[in-house]
């Protein structure tokens, strides 16, 4: 298997006292609640059950001072969703570091992939 | 509990098939391996058995070209051990890696935690 610079990605986790706030599963369960419009289908799109994704979204909420995710109707969420103005600056946020990570560490992640057996 | 920037942190993977050549926790062993010199007690900082050091040696062994580690005696390493000059070349890389990120991060980093509940 030939090893390629996009094999090595940069991780990114904010911790809030023994939680994670937010790191690479739940910035994608993020966008996809952005784009999906509800934490259910979200879940879908990410092969999780719906409990596992609204118990990631409670665990973001307890961590950020503002809500991150609204939920739009049907009680506990299976209704429609979308991202609050904050849910959508954390995630903003989180990508923008992700991408200043990517960049300032091309030239040394172009030069691991070469000691690696392919 | 306060957060602060240094609670956001890069974890880079260098993925190899099914593999992580190299992570933060192999990263870690490398270093304790150097300053330790010795495998078996490497894995009793880091608070791991040496059946599980040695068993991350080999899959780093595995996926790169050349060896990382240097058993100097004793067998299967349970005497004195270094780092290669390989071994010291992909430690720098992997760190200079993770400096680079956390020095184009830091005005990012700095902003999210912000956000957080404290």
Redesign the interface.
Known sequence: ?K?TPS???????????RNI??GPGKAELLEHVQSAGSISEAARRMGMSYMRAWKLVKTME?????PLVKVARGGAGHGGAELTE?GR??LE??R??ET??L???AG??R???R???T
């Open positions: 298997m090893s094999k090595i990605q940069p991780r990114f986790r904010v911790i809030c006292g706030a937010i307890r961590c950020f001072t503002k904050n600056q954390v946020l989180y923008k570091m200043e990570s960049k300032a560490t040394t992640r030069r691991i992939p000691l690696l057996a």
